[in-house]
């Protein structure tokens, strides 16, 4: 199997290899575009991808000599990725073109290996969010000709309205044009459908930046009331201890501050929210949007039914309903060796019960006790927040 890699100037732009892989295959897969770029060179059947997208007929004609066409480089976030699920390396010669990305930092001068890329085809435009701050320099693979006016929308409306935005159009081919527009002031029309958006990254005072440490400000979220503090949320998310790819069940989630901090510790993670109250479950919804993880699911029910089938959790917080039966050892059943248990209490109840279970598990048992400034009397006086008693257990 030989999947090619081809840009928008065609077999114009092929090398002598992925010329021959075409012209010696019985069969080639691509999309409409991709297989009129190749024509001359199809001397086998062309077969279009089927809608609703699948690769059933590759893997079902596998031995054969079969080539799949792709954009540029098929292994960034092309359909190489999908196959290599299926196929092994030994099975398949890779000839890739020039990436997207590659050819949009040439276009710009930028050097690849120190901006970030993202590819938003298909995907939540909220996901730009966590790398929007003064200074970054971005490079997005887009789904159409009407994202980048969408992407300028959303900046502007979050305090980015100065960036410098730069749509690099059919990039490689005949067609290919380069235009530039702020993100406040977009008005480019007639945007071809295969775009790079190239974003200078310009924030205004008061821009949404959302900072890289644990511990958001609570103001951020929005909440009832119901929401882990920012104090306790650091201690929490360093319990917790995220590393990359992992995934976090939030059991009682509340605003979903936890998960949602998880989640921008790298863009690999995964959570899950359990909540059963529904107007907190769409404030979470709201807060994942603003804080660019629309990847959180959200669980709409009560802790222990509501994990049942879950994705197996790499580390579990407890916030809420600690008190139902069955919540703790469920938990702790679902865990693998390694993993991680953080149980937040601040009523007398829910601390014996942490206390009971540290007694009989280990783990790390600790009281958090803060003071605040606060206005007395004309002058300024300690106020104390309830204490927390937080227990940490790791799975032997």
């Known amino acids: 199997m030989s999947i090619v890699g081809i840009g928008e100037d065609g077999v114009d732009g092929l090398s002598p290899l992925a010329r021959r892989a075409i012209e010696r295959a019985a069969f080639v897969f691509g999309g409409t575009r991709h297989l009129a770029l190749a024509a001359e060179l199809i001397t086998g059947e062309a077969i279009p991808w089927p809608s609703p997208f699948a690769i059933d007929g590759v893997l079902a004609r596998r031995g054969a000599a079969v080539t799949v066409l792709a954009s540029g480089d098929p292994f960034l976030h092309g359909v190489g990725n999908l196959i290599a699920r299926h196929v092994a390396p030994a099975e398949m010669l890779v000839v890739p073109a020039p990436s997207a990305f590659s050819l949009a930092a040439s276009r710009l001068g930028w050097p690849l290996a120190e901006i970030t890329t993202l590819s938003l085809h298909g995907r939540p435009l909220d996901l730009i969010r966590p790398h929007l701050f003064d200074g970054a320099r971005l490079l997005i693979l887009t789904s159409d000709g009407a994202a980048p006016a969408e992407i300028a929308t959303l900046m502007a409306k979050a305090g980015f309205g100065p960036s410098r935005l730069t749509v690099l159009e059919a990039l490689g081919g005949p067609a290919e044009a380069i235009r530039t527009a702020t993100a406040?002031?977009?008005?480019?029309?007639?945007?071809?459908?295969?775009?790079?958006?190239?974003?200078?990254?310009?924030?205004?005072?008061?821009?949404?930046?959302?900072?890289?440490?644990?511990?958001?400000?609570?103001?951020?979220?929005?909440?009832?009331?119901?929401?882990?503090?920012?104090?306790?949320?650091?201690?929490?998310?360093?319990?917790?201890?995220?590393?990359?790819?992992?995934?976090?069940?939030?059991?009682?989630?509340?605003?979903?501050?936890?998960?949602?901090?998880?989640?921008?510790?790298?863009?690999?993670?995964?959570?899950?929210?359990?909540?059963?109250?529904?107007?907190?479950?769409?404030?979470?919804?709201?807060n994942t949007a603003a804080f660019g993880?629309?990847?959180?699911?959200?669980v709409r029910g009560s802790a222990p039914e509501a994990l049942a089938g879950l994705p197996r959790p790499d580390a579990i917080f407890i916030g809420g309903g600690v008190s139902r039966p069955g919540v703790i050892d469920t938990a702790i059943a679902a865990l693998p060796s390694g993993g991680r248990l953080v149980i937040n209490a601040v009523t007398l109840e829910t601390e014996a019960l942490l206390i009971a279970r540290h007694g009989t598990h280990g783990g790390d048992l600790i009281r958090i006790s803060l003071d605040r400034a606060r206005p007395l009397a004309g002058m300024t006086g300690w106020e104390p927040a309830r204490p927390v008693v937080q227990w940490s257990w790791v799975k032997p």
Not at 245 to 270: F, H, T
Not at 293 to 298: H, I, K, T, Y
Request: hydrophobic letters at 45%; aromatic letters at 4%.
């Open 184 to 286: 406040a002031q977009f008005k480019l029309a007639t945007i071809h459908p295969l775009n790079v958006l190239a974003v200078e990254v310009a924030a205004e005072p008061g821009a949404h930046i959302l900072p890289r440490s644990a511990g958001l400000p609570d103001q951020l979220f929005e909440n009832d009331g119901q929401i882990t503090k920012r104090e306790i949320r650091a201690l929490t998310l360093s319990a917790l201890a995220p590393r990359p790819g992992e995934q976090l069940w939030d059991i009682g989630a509340g605003s979903g501050s936890v998960g949602i901090e998880w989640m921008l510790a790298d863009r690999r993670m995964r959570a899950i929210a359990i909540e059963p109250n529904a107007g907190r479950g769409d404030r979470i919804l709201q």
């Open 293 to 298: 993880v629309p990847g959180l699911e959200l």
